[in-house]
């Protein structure tokens, strides 16, 4: 397993802000993605992010209003832009380990924002 | 698209209770399923997970489940839950090697 940490756990913003969150895993990783969890709802998957690239964005989700960083293997960033109170929700970071198998995914402990 | 259905939003049961909770994809191809679980306050765990071999498989905390190719489901069972198995429980599926995609969770509460 790893250890991952993400910064902020949680955070209250005003509308109109915007907010980084860092992801940190202590072990080598070859995937690394950003998934979101809106109240009562399941996780829906933002995007993964690529080493010294651009991130791949799912349906849905645009670079302007998430953009990604990804400098190293063990190191990514979120930011949520231009935020909403739609923006509300528990943001995760997931990864593969390096010599795990794609889609056996462990999870950060999540950041919960909230958005005036 | 592909999708992944877990029919029980909500479900309540007592402690000794035996557990199914039902999850359902859609066709395309090999799949690779796996349970997580969410604890109140904590992240996602990983409960159990299917690649290959024999389709029943054993996760932590006494918890099963099949997959049952011809009815594209993946059933998690437990005989008797526990007070402490009240979590959320969510099914996942990838196709060939693809992203995860989640289905819409399971709330359990196990009353004591």
């Known amino acids: 397993s790893a250890v991952i940490s993400q910064k902020p756990s949680r955070d209250i913003c005003q509308r109109g802000t915007s907010l980084t969150i860092q992801c940190q895993v202590d072990?080598?990783?070859?995937?690394m993605f950003w998934y979101r969890q809106q109240p009562g709802q399941s996780l829906t998957l933002i995007a993964t992010a690529n080493q010294g690239s651009e991130a791949t964005y799912e349906s849905g989700f645009v670079i302007d209003k998430f953009p990604i960083s990804r400098p190293n293997l063990t190191f990514s960033t979120l930011t949520v832009s231009n935020m909403s109170p739609e923006d509300s929700s528990i943001y995760l970071c997931?990864?593969?380990?390096?010599?795990?198998?794609?889609?056996?995914?462990?999870f950060g402990e999540g950041s919960r924002l909230t958005v005036l | 698209a592909q999708s992944v259905s877990q029919h029980n939003h909500h479900v309540i049961l007592s402690e000794a209770a035996s557990l199914e909770l039902g999850c359902n994809y859609s066709?395309?191809?090999?799949?690779?399923l796996f349970w997580y679980v969410q604890y109140p306050g904590q992240h996602l765990q990983l409960l159990l997970k299917y690649f290959s071999g024999d389709p029943l498989v054993k996760g932590i905390k006494g918890f099963e489940a099949e997959f049952i190719k011809s009815k594209f489901s993946f059933n998690l069972r437990k005989p008797s839950v526990q007070w402490s198995d009240t979590a959320e429980y969510f099914c996942?599926?990838?196709?060939?090697?693809?992203?995860?995609?989640f289905g819409g969770g399971t709330r359990l509460m196990v009353k004591p």
């Open positions: 996942a599926v990838s196709w060939a090697g693809n992203m995860l995609t």
């Open positions: 072990s080598q990783v070859t995937m």
């Open positions: 997931s990864v593969v380990l390096a010599g795990g198998i794609t889609g056996e995914l462990f």
């Open positions: 066709y395309g191809g090999t799949v690779n």
